[in-house]
């Protein structure tokens, strides 16, 4: 007979207490990123430069508030991943196991070899700090909780691994794409998730992105390297700012006979001769970023936590809370299938928008695209859009599609200004100018993609004005790649 309370826990208390170790963890985290981050942004201000962020962007970095939600995307990626895998080896420890000595000791094994894993590229703070507290606080709490109701593992686990099972029937190189496409940005409450996610990732990933993926980098020249002509003029245009203050710099340089040294905070060095570092920047730029970046190990579990810690998370909140509501309405020995038949439901009422649009993107074909330009399906539109876009067909041969512009939903708009990117009509370039000004962030940031793909100088003044008008760190990232692609520098 299972002994304990009366009613279910909300969420596995052990859970709760590695999210909040996560969550705890990734405040410091983001929140000392963003200070250097600004200190940098600063910097690059004060030498003549264009920092990304800019501006009321950049203000933003040290907002207490900027951490806290920026911080989210580690709980919820590899905080999430590491509770749950660590919950679930502790209860089977208890519960399958019979708290084999052996079992435990496999265990704290795989755990310490994660850990000296992380570390092999090069000691990680951060990572250390989620990959020892998040497991060690779980698993106190798991082993210290009392024994409560909890579900029976059929209950629990047959929708779980049902919905996985027609989830992976979607796994493909679109997948994330489908889901923001089909399933968010097609109601109110999806966008709301969408537009949180693109107001606060570029926090933490600022927190991990390796030299190379960052889009303006600090440098420190030091004395002897300071007076070497050209060497200046070639980081600047690589985006790399010499900055007065060494502690803000991502890159350290100098010149011991003869030889630059690249060399990063962490004390990874590069050696190259100056006069090849002139001739061929960007191999050097990248063999460096190689050499200094720790992180990648993170940066992998982070995704996997992301990719299977979060929905399995997010599954067991939806199944605790719904259990608990049912052990009242319906009575203990209903609430648990009923919490079943509701996950699967509702897991299937979200995968539906996903599997219906790409079924039909799959039943389009070429004939059917001026009928689904011009029709009222928004999913054939949407799907007419995306082909023309990855295809490279020319929009301007569907002139119905103007309707869009200002009419269709954002992720039209957002398709139509990527098909408006790979047009040589003049026409449709005063399209995209018009798009400029669209309310959602999505769609600019494609817009501004467009115009550097279709190569016109002419959207160098515009893209900058939207590059120093906007607070949004996104649009101003995807500004910034567009000048940089239209062949502006700094300094210019």
């Given at each position: ?14 859970l ?20 250097l ?66 079992f ?85 409450a ?34 002897s ?21 060494r ?19 962490s004390g ?27 992180l ?34 319906a ?16 897991g ?27 029709g009222d ?14 295809n ?53 940031c494609?817009?501004?993609?467009a ?18 008008s ?17 062949g502006?520098?700094q300094?210019?």
């Amino acid at each position: 007979m299972l002994k304990g309370p009366a009613k279910p826990s909300f969420f596995p208390l052990p859970l709760a207490a590695g999210l909040l170790a996560a969550q705890i963890i990734a405040f410091f985290h983001v929140r000392h990123s963003n200070l250097l981050t600004l200190e940098q942004m600063r910097q690059i201000t004060a030498a003549g430069y264009l920092p990304v962020p800019f501006g009321e962007a950049a203000a933003k970095l040290g907002h207490w508030g900027s951490a806290f939600w920026g911080g989210l995307f580690f709980t919820l990626s590899i905080g999430a991943g590491l509770a749950i895998a660590t919950w679930a080896t502790v209860n089977a420890w208890k519960n399958t196991f019979g708290r084999s000595r052996i079992f435990a000791l496999a265990a704290v094994t795989a755990w310490a070899a994660l850990v000296v894993w992380l570390n092999l590229g090069g000691f990680t703070g951060p990572g250390t700090l989620y990959a020892v507290l998040i497991p060690a606080v779980t698993a106190t709490a798991a082993i210290r909780q009392r024994a409560r109701i909890n579900p029976g593992l059929p209950w629990l686990l047959t929708p779980l691994v049902v919905l996985t099972g027609l989830w992976y029937s979607q796994m493909n190189s679109q997948l994330f794409i489908n889901i923001r496409d089909y399933l968010l940005l097609s109601n109110p409450a999806g966008r709301m998730i969408n537009d949180f996610y693109y107001n606060y990732t570029m926090y933490p990933a600022r927190s991990f992105k390796n030299f190379q993926q960052q889009t303006v980098r600090t440098c420190y020249l030091e004395n002897s390297a300071g007076g070497l002509a050209g060497l200046r003029r070639v980081l600047v245009g690589n985006d790399i700012i010499p900055i007065a203050g060494r502690d803000a710099a991502q890159m350290l340089i100098s010149l011991p006979d003869r030889q630059l040294w690249l060399t990063s905070p962490s004390g990874a060095r590069v050696v190259v001769l100056w006069q090849e570092f002139i001739r061929h920047p960007r191999k050097f730029i990248s063999k460096f970023s190689s050499a200094a970046d720790h992180l990648s190990r993170f940066r992998t579990v982070t995704f996997y936590g992301l990719l299977i810690g979060f929905p399995v998370m997010l599954y067991l909140t939806v199944f605790n809370t719904v259990m608990r509501l049912m052990h009242g309405l319906a009575g203990r020995s209903r609430a648990q299938p009923l919490a079943a038949l509701f996950c699967l439901l509702l897991g299937c009422a979200l995968l539906w928008p996903v599997f219906t649009g790409t079924r039909a993107a799959g039943r389009l074909d070429g004939r059917q695209l001026a009928s689904a330009i011009a029709g009222d399906n928004w999913h054939l539109r949407l799907a007419a859009l995306r082909q023309i876009a990855d295809n490279r067909l020319e929009i301007s041969s569907f002139p119905r599609y103007r309707r869009l512009c200002k009419e269709g939903r954002i992720v039209e708009r957002y398709w139509l200004a990527k098909a408006l990117g790979v047009s040589r009509s003049p026409a449709t370039l005063q399209d995209l100018y018009r798009m400029l000004g669209d309310p959602h962030p999505n769609v600019v940031c494609q817009v501004l993609a467009a115009l550097a793909e279709r190569n016109d100088k002419a959207a160098l003044a515009p893209i900058m004005a939207k590059l120093t008008s906007t607070g949004h760190w996104y649009v101003q990232y995807y500004a910034y790649k567009a000048l940089r692609r239209l062949g502006w520098k700094q300094g210019e």
